[in-house]
């Protein structure tokens, strides 16, 4: 099993930028795919960016440019830094890892961006 425990959301002026953080814990050898997804009211969970244990990221377009993923291995620990914020990021960001064939999420945190 793997534990998931985020942190770092809240309320932000549009513009504002902010930094979420996910530490993982349990069985955490051999995770590959860290990657962050969000959830709007009213809308399905999108991915907003996953990074590979070997660093490779993927980025929706709606977040390039804006967004930067990353991860430090020593600490298991999995970042979002989060500039130029827009009230359309409005919503809950979840942490998703993969270890082989399982997948696991977090709890969520709560972004809101305030025009």
């Known amino acids: 099993q793997v534990q998931l425990v985020e942190s770092g959301g809240g309320l932000v002026q549009a513009g504002g930028s902010l930094r979420l953080s996910c530490a993982a814990s349990?069985?955490?050898?051999?995770?590959?795919?860290m990657a962050w997804y969000r959830q709007a009211p009213g809308k399905q969970r999108a991915l907003v960016a996953s990074?590979?244990?070997?660093?490779?990221?993927n980025y929706d377009d709606s977040v390039k440019g804006r967004f930067t993923i990353s991860r430090d291995n020593a600490k298991m620990t999995l970042y979002l830094q989060m500039n130029s914020l827009k009230p359309e990021d409005t919503a809950v960001y979840y942490c998703?890892?993969?270890?082989?064939?399982?997948?696991?999420w977090g709890q969520g945190t709560q972004v809101t961006v305030s025009s």
């Open positions: 998703y890892v993969e270890r082989g064939p399982f997948n696991y």
């Open positions: 349990g069985s955490i050898f051999s995770i590959n795919t």
């Open positions: 990074i590979t244990s070997g660093g490779n990221t």
